[in-house]
């Protein structure tokens, strides 16, 4: 752009930059979180005090990231993620994400020096200009969905792409980096960006194992640790659900149930928004409906390709099959909601051996008249062995905590075919708290998904004493 001011700014113009932005951007629930770290990688907040950056910890406005000797990964509340390698500095200029992209979300972050890998999420998909990375030479936007952006030892940003197309900015001019190909902004203003054969001088490791337990963990990369595309919308799922209605907690799906051959509405982050059964009707969420918000600021929702989850507030439609032959649109509060796992079931399902399987992701169980918050689950398993003609399934430590009470659950059940939808009455104990002071029990429905049964899906229902009922979805991983 010519007669435009060079407008480079030294490393520390830049982190001041960045800090100075924060303060701009609101209180509110956070952006991030990391979801883990290798080595002695800090952060400094607003008050630019550093601490030790560790698995679990809220990032948000102003925050500024120092891998050192480290790595770190961030997942974002709309679904991006962001992977710094060693010797990096990043931070977080503005970002805002509320559940919607109207124009008012934003993702605007700063790379110092060093290398990330990104893979973004809902921010930009609608309007490109919402998110940006600014380093001391460029500005890199949007028009994909991956890349890696390093800050050479000259100062001098370095993009590639890895699938779409990415923009790169300085003030001498602007080009379009696609999928494949190589951008570099030098580290003179006046001098426009263009392609280039150069390759990031700091590129991933691979990382010790870790144990996840949402399906949508990302590797060091940036890619998938289970490849997957969101599921899409559809006919053919299978479902296991629970809610409340006029009756009461309600629970369908699996064995003998319906949702075995059911058509799926999704959004572009594969989170259900509509359900129809042939049998049942259709469940769908209001103009006022979405997927439950945690303390964290992240939705109660997962996903990894073969199997998604989540849980429902907010104005919920709900067929008159449920209710008493009338259409009951439901108005479920923070402390209830409408719980689902969903995929499509495994075709043929294993006639021979055993498999065990871990727990993938669950909703945050709820009580169904919504007295207290949402609980989590803390543990569980599943245990099969397959047979020609039926299989035994045992639910196994299936560990329910609630703010007043915690269930184990625990069961067994022998399904008399070789269909992948299955039913377990587990017995239900009393591990913490008061609870079951005259009669507890429980049922749990579900579903097998994926080509060779390497995923389960599974909604419960815990009765404690005739006046509590606890409701959630869980989704498991074979080992």
Known sequence: MPGSAPFRLNRSGVML?????????????????????????????????ERPLARGTELDNGDVVRTNAGRAQIRFTDGAYVSLQPNTEF??????????????????????????????????????????????????????????????????????????????????????????????????????????????????????????????ERTATGDPVIPFTPL???????????????????????????????????????????????????FKLGPSGHHAFLPSGFQDFGTDGILAWGRWVGEVSVPAFYCEGVPCPQNYTDNQGFHYVIGIPTPAMPTTGEASY??????TPTYADGRLAPGTVTSGMLTVQFGASSYTLNLINFGVQMSDVSYRLDGSNTIFSNAPFFNVFPSVAVTSGTGCTCFCSAFATGFFSGANAERAGMAYHIQDSFTKDVIGAAAFKKD
């Open 358 to 363: 871990s727990l993938l992701g669950a909703t």
């Open 91 to 216: 931070g977080i200029r503005d970002y805002l994400y509320e559940n919607k992209t109207d124009g008012s979300e934003k993702g605007f972050f700063g790379l110092v020096k060093g290398a990330m890998r990104t893979v973004t999420g809902l921010i930009g998909r609608v309007n490109r200009s919402r998110y940006q990375i600014t380093t001391p030479t460029a500005t890199v936007g949007i028009r994909g969905t991956g890349g890696v952006i390093q800050v050479l030892p000259d100062g001098s940003t370095l993009v590639i792409g890895t699938s779409g197309v990415w923009s790169l900015t300085n003030p001498a001019g602007s080009i379009d980096v696609p999928a494949g190909v190589s951008g570099l902004a030098p580290s003179d203003p006046n001098q426009p960006p263009g392609d280039t054969s150069q390759q990031p001088t700091s590129g991933p490791e691979p990382l010790p194992d870790q144990q996840f337990v949402q399906g949508d």
């Open 232 to 282: 899409l919308t559809g006919d053919g799922y299978s479902a296991a659900i629970a809610f409340t209605a006029i009756f009461g907690p309600q629970i369908d799906g699996g064995e003998g149930g319906n949702f075995n051959s059911a058509s799926a509405v999704f959004n572009a982050a594969g989170q259900l928004t509509e359900l129809t059964d042939p049998f049942a009707g259709t």
């Open 17 to 49: 930059a960045l800090v100075s932005a924060a303060f701009a951007g609101e209180a509110g629930a956070a952006a991030g979180r990391t979801e883990f770290t290798i080595g002695p990688v800090m952060v400094a907040g607003r008050d630019g005090v």
